[in-house]
């Protein structure tokens, strides 16, 4: 490859550039071709790639444009810069996904955007969002956070999509390969509009763009050019082409001064392949300087100047705009210069404004604001918090982490652990956890950081990129020293505020040792939660102002110490009471205002000796996050040792994963130890229930039979009446036999009932009906004894 920038061949008006075989340095069975091209936002460079896939920049910023090969990209459907980050460019590869490429690094940097199922096309901006059309399927993506926005429902179901594009107005227009149109608009995605061009008499429609004001859509057909209003997707006027010319098959407007974004000039490509420029305001065909002709796609700079165009023999060529139409755009130029001047490009304006702000928000100013006012405007404390921490937004390092991303266990871990009724805090919760783990994969032994990391998230929420950015800087700086004996409390820090708190109020102190309670029940859940559960929401955001713009790590220890010595009536009454939970309190919000907890916080600072002050042993200078390049990585001097030199990172996920394993063990053991108890329990009540029920049986047929006797001796000295129920006699006999037999038969039952009693549950269902069906003839025997009696009597 080329190792330096080549100046372009001037040819009559234009530039010329011809693809070279020569690139991969062996020979080439076909012609090297350029295939797609894209003029950047501030007009200063070009970029085309071939059909071998290599990506060219043209710079036009100098008097004689200079070209280079930057490398090898893939076969594209589509190029564009994106307009939110200059540099980087949009690359439709043919396998459907989109690669996000950074122009001027020093190593390939890229992301992928994966969504599509076939090759992109098309590819339009509306704000921070990106729209790719392919044959079946319209995406909308976020250009911050790179996630995909939202999918049309685009009806193809009989056809496929011909393009799809934005408006700058947030218009979505999709033409399909039958001529007819579905519109939206982007803040209404579930309402559509449907356009049936044929009553316009628009038929074959080869391309549609939109005005720079988004007032107006020009469609190019057969045989004219139309132009709608985007307000009602009315007719507002048809330019007949004239009849050398069959069709339009590829638009673009043209920029001029001074035109409101009205853009009345718009070049089309002809069926004869010859470009060709109109004035729609005039509905007249302009006259052009020079003739380019032979030509297969071309492209229009965003503020007019150029003009290029891939030519059939595949080269480059690049011309100025005003040397073909110059008599037709009214372009103010001064005769003694050659080229038009140069306003300020959108970089200069953006720069600049990136200065004001530095000078606005700075430490001191923001400082002397916060003490006036005691807290920051919510409105703008993102943008705030960002300029004090120097928030660099290095997207390039962002994406290298969570392209890297795989949701698995942790994920879904970590959302069940920490459920959120919000769907999009949750998954960013996700996300910032696992890049979290690729940036440090050694904090998977962390279980705090999800309390500890959520708070910081919700205030950055509409931004991942900063909110990630943040919690870096929070870990590097305000969690010194917190673990060196991971995954154990840092009980080096906890041993600073137990220090600080036998100085400032040894009698607490000493109530705390007294009863047991430890700086792991007093000081840990305060730091692990960045004091977020024991303050209301608005009180811990101007405690984080405050933390954050005097950028002294040490004073977050000093809050803590300051809440208990604040709460100290309620925490000692809660000690000696012994009626409630201590832990209990440090995860329970209080009704401490930040200001109290800071002016006790600051005083400490002011009276604590050097021997016990954090300054004397935390890092009091703030660490700054990379503009450009990777993450810092984290300190591992802070880590124990042995977790280091002896362990690897596979060995901390395979025992993660063990526990994992062993905590679902235990989990299955219980339930199944309370299913057996309860099985237990419930067999023995219903054996308590029938012996019972068995012993009253047995009770009351005893009474019953010694009454019979009874009755029968009465009657004895009655001779002939005994003769004469001598029968009746031996009857009862019979059936006092039959009724012990039953007897028995009851209590082979019982036994047969203590032998079965675990089997299955039809079998104890049975035995229940034996027994009732004993008991009603028992009270049928007994019913018939006391009739006979009577009778007898």
């Known amino acids: 490859m080329h190792s330096g920038w080549n100046k372009l061949i001037k040819s009559n008006d234009s530039y010329r550039y011809e693809p070279r075989a020569k690139i991969e340095k062996q020979y080439c069975t076909a012609r090297l071709s350029f295939t797609q091209m894209s003029f950047d936002h501030d007009e200063e460079c070009l970029i085309v790639v071939d059909t071998k896939g290599h990506l060219h920049c043209v710079e036009l910023s ?119 149109m579905q519109a939206w608009t982007f803040g209404q995605l579930h309402k559509d509009i449907k356009i049936d061009t044929s009553t316009f008499g628009v038929r074959y429609i080869k391309d549609f763009i939109f005005t720079k004001d988004a007032r107006a859509m020009i469609m190019a057909g057969a045989g004219n050019i139309s132009i709608l209003n985007t307000y009602d997707w009315s007719l507002l006027k048809k330019l007949c082409l004239p009849k050398n010319f069959v069709e339009a098959k590829q638009l673009s407007v043209v920029t001029c001064p001074l035109d409101g974004g009205a853009n009345k000039i718009v070049a089309f490509l002809s069926s004869k392949c010859t470009l060709q420029f109109c004035d729609i305001n005039a509905s007249s065909f302009l006259d052009t300087s020079i003739s380019i002709d032979g030509i297969k796609r071309f492209a229009v700079s965003s503020a007019g100047r150029y003009i290029a165009y891939i030519d059939q023999d595949g080269c480059l060529n690049i011309t100025y705009a005003d040397k073909i139409i110059s008599g037709k755009c009214h372009r103010p130029k001064k005769p003694s210069e050659p080229h038009r001047l140069q306003a300020h490009k959108i970089s200069d304006h953006l720069e600049c404004v990136k200065q004001s702000m530095k000078r ?3 430490v001191e100013r923001l400082t002397s604001i916060l003490k006036e006012f005691g807290e920051f405007p919510d409105k703008y404390r993102t943008l705030i918090w960002s300029a004090i921490l120097k928030l660099p937004a290095n997207k390039n390092a962002y994406i290298a982490l969570a392209s890297k991303v795989t949701r698995g266990k942790l994920t879904s871990n970590t959302l069940k652990d920490h459920p959120l009724a919000d769907r999009s805090r949750a998954s960013l919760l996700a996300m910032t956890m696992d890049c979290l783990l690729q940036w440090c994969p050694l904090l998977i032994q962390s279980p705090f950081l999800p309390n500890l990391v959520f708070p910081f998230l919700v205030v950055f929420q509409k931004d991942p990129l900063l909110a990630f950015e943040l919690i870096l800087s929070i870990l590097l700086n305000y969690c010194q020293k917190w673990f060196e004996y991971h ?59 405050h933390l954050i713009s005097f950028q002294k790590p040490s004073l977050l220890l000093m809050c803590v ?52 002050h954090p300054n004397r042993y935390l890092r009091d200078k703030l660490l700054q996050l990379n503009h450009v390049g990777p993450y810092p990585s984290f300190i591992k ?31 299955k053991i219980a339930e199944l130890a309370e299913k057996k108890r309860l099985h237990a329990e419930t067999k023995a009540f219903a054996r308590q229930i029938h012996e019972t029920r068995l012993n009253e049986v047995q009770k009351c047929f005893q009474e019953h039979i010694s009454n019979l006797d009874w009755n029968f001796e009465k009657f004895l000295p009655n001779v002939g009446i005994a003769k004469s129920y001598c029968h009746l006699y031996k009857d009862i006999d019979n059936l006092h036999l039959e009724r012990i037999q039953e007897c028995n038969k009851c209590k082979i039952m019982k036994d047969r009932l203590s032998n079965f009693e675990d089997s299955k549950s039809k079998n104890y269902e049975k035995l229940q009906q034996d027994v009732t069906k004993l008991e009603y003839e028992v009270q049928s025997f007994l019913d018939s004894l006391r009739s006979r009696r009577s009778e007898v009597s």
């Open 62 to 180: 100098d008097e004689v444009p200079c070209c280079k090969v930057f490398g090898k990209i893939g076969h594209s459907t589509f190029l564009a810069f994106n307009p939110i980050c200059k540099g980087e460019v949009l690359i439709g590869l043919n396998t459907g996904d989109i690669k996000i490429w950074k122009l001027h690094a020093d190593v390939d940097e890229f992301c992928l955007l994966s969504g599509h199922r076939s090759a992109s096309t098309h590819v339009s901006f509306y704000k921070n969002y990106c729209l790719t059309g392919s044959r079946n399927e319209v995406i909308i993506w976020d250009l911050q956070s790179y996630n995909r926005a939202h999918q049309l429902k685009v009806g193809v179901k009989n056809t496929v999509i011909k393009k799809a594009a934005f408006s700058n107005a947030g218009h979505i227009v999709v033409l399909y390969l039958n001529d007819t």
């Open 561 to 612: 110490v300051a809440y208990n010595i604040y709460s100290r009536e309620n925490i000692i009454s809660l000690i000696k009471s012994r009626s409630g939970d201590i832990k209990a309190f440090y995860s329970t919000q209080s009704h401490i205002r930040a200001k109290d907890l800071l002016k006790i916080a600051r005083r400490l600072d002011q009276e604590t000796t050097e021997r016990v």
């Open 637 to 667: 001097t802070e880590y124990p040792k042995f977790l280091i030199e002896n362990l690897s990172i596979a060995d901390l996920r395979k025992f993660k994963t063990q526990e994992q394993y062993l905590q679902e063990y235990n989990r």
């Open 360 to 362: 606005e928000l700075n």
């Open 487 to 545: 995954p154990l409390p840092p009980l080096n820090v906890l041993g600073i505020i137990e220090n600080i708190l036998l100085e400032a109020d040894s009698a607490l102190l000493n109530i705390f040792c007294e009863h047991g309670v430890t700086t792991s029940e007093y000081a840990w859940p305060l730091l692990q939660t960045a004091m977020s559960e024991v303050l209301s929401g608005d009180e811990w955001l101007i405690l984080w102002d």
